[in-house]
């Protein structure tokens, strides 16, 4: 394979794969290598400056950091609030949608600047790597993939080794627990993680308890999307994410580990923290329950369920996923109102809703005590038709005899 002054766009962390992977394709391979940071809400601004400087030092032509948290939003995460999709009914995919993002994201600056491969550190041992390649193939497919940890089968050791050789000056020491954050959650993965019987000790979490004192919060949602939070409303809902998880993370609120299937076909466990995702989902979910149909409710919860495990295992260009993002979409025109949430610690309580579109209004009864849509005589009939196909079946087929029998 010849690299010699191949333009390379490399997916750029800064951690110990991306750093092996830009001194390695600059001075091994000798390619042009031009870094790129995609910032999915877990970058603060001091942290991608220290990362391009980190960048820079390893001998990399450019620099780039995208910041994609409206893009994410806006292509993904909004399709997981409308389908309140929790993978096995635990984790919002924190990982596993940001990745999509990041990839695109990758793609379209290679193919801005005319690179011809695009690079990136993941391993073969996990999801990424799928995640990864299938959005270059797709978008991007004329470009070669270059995975040096992949293809070399280093270990870390074997990284570390190379770095200190070249005089690279970083922490080498492996943190106890690997952290991932982003808008959507942050996921915690430690030795406690990779056996099937071991919890997370309080010490391992980003987010420690340090609001003891309940409070309630209000959040303003429309056409499903979350707007305000208490008496402010805005414009971008990536903020009011923000400030809700501003508001709800001191409460150690939304822990969990997700016990899931991966691509590749193994079992894995991921720790995660998600404060302000799991209240969205869960507060959206409520307003639903009093303001779309019973078969509304039905199908969307089939379909997004479906959605959210395509996502999960890198399909996001398959487009059926447009289709049901569409069907979602249409399910959201009148999830529109307030949610009060009371927050405490480690938990959240729902305590009700507020809304126009409220199906349970008492214009027409009163559940379990009084109606004001239909008599006694049309439930009668109701039932009688109600109940005939059946009626007709166990009599055709002579099925109540049974209940005639005595033992």
Not at 7 to 36: N, P, R
Not at 152 to 171: A, F, G, H, P
Request: charged share 20%; aromatic share 10%.
């Amino acid at each position: 394979m010849d690299t010699k002054n191949k333009k390379v766009i490399l997916a750029f962390s800064g951690g110990l794969d991306t750093t092996y992977c830009a001194l390695y394709l600059k001075k091994e391979l000798e390619c042009e290598v031009h870094a790129i940071t995609i910032n999915t809400g877990g970058f603060s601004e001091e942290e991608i400056a220290r990362i391009e400087a980190h960048a820079k030092s390893l001998g990399v032509t450019s620099f780039k950091c995208v910041d994609a948290r409206n893009d994410y939003y806006h292509d993904v995460i909004k399709y997981l609030v409308f389908g309140n999709v929790l993978k096995n009914n635990t984790y919002p995919l924190s990982v596993s949608a940001e990745r999509i993002v990041q990839a695109i994201a990758t793609a379209k600056f290679a193919n801005e600047i005319g690179a011809t491969a695009v690079a990136h550190g993941s391993t073969g041992a996990g999801n990424d790597q799928v995640r990864f390649d299938m959005v270059f193939h797709i978008i991007a497919p004329q470009l070669e993939i270059i995975t040096p940890i992949r293809d070399l089968k280093l270990s870390r050791e074997t990284e570390i080794d190379y770095l200190k050789k070249n005089n690279v000056q970083m922490n080498f020491e492996k943190a106890v627990y690997s952290i991932n954050k982003g808008i959507w959650g942050t996921s915690v993965g430690g030795r406690e993680t990779l056996t099937s019987g071991g919890s997370l000790p309080e010490s391992a979490y980003p987010t420690q308890l340090s609001v003891t004192d309940s409070s309630d919060v209000t959040l303003v949602f429309e056409q499903g999307e979350l707007i305000g939070v208490n008496d402010k409303a805005f414009a971008n809902p990536v903020d009011a994410i923000l400030k809700l998880q501003e508001l709800a993370s001191p409460y150690a609120i939304g822990r969990d580990i997700h016990v899931g299937d991966t691509i590749i076909g193994i079992k894995g466990r991921v720790g995660f923290e998600a404060a302000a995702p799991l209240i969205i989902i869960k507060a959206h979910h409520l307003l639903e329950k009093h303001t779309l149909t019973k078969w509304q409710l039905f199908w969307k919860d089939q379909m997004a369920a479906w959605y959210g495990n395509w996502l999960h295992e890198g399909q996001y260009f398959d487009p059926v996923m447009r289709d049901i993002e569409a069907f979602m979409t249409s399910t959201q025109n009148f999830v529109s109102g307030k949610v009060f949430v009371k927050l405490l610690p480690y938990r959240f309580e729902l305590s009700g809703i507020e809304s126009e579109h409220d199906l349970m209004s008492a214009k027409f009864g009163i559940y379990g005590e009084m109606n004001k849509g239909w008599s006694g005589d049309d439930v009668k009939g109701f039932t009688k038709i109600f109940g005939n196909q059946t009626s007709i079946y166990f009599q055709v087929n002579q099925l109540n005899k049974q209940f005639h029998e005595q033992d």
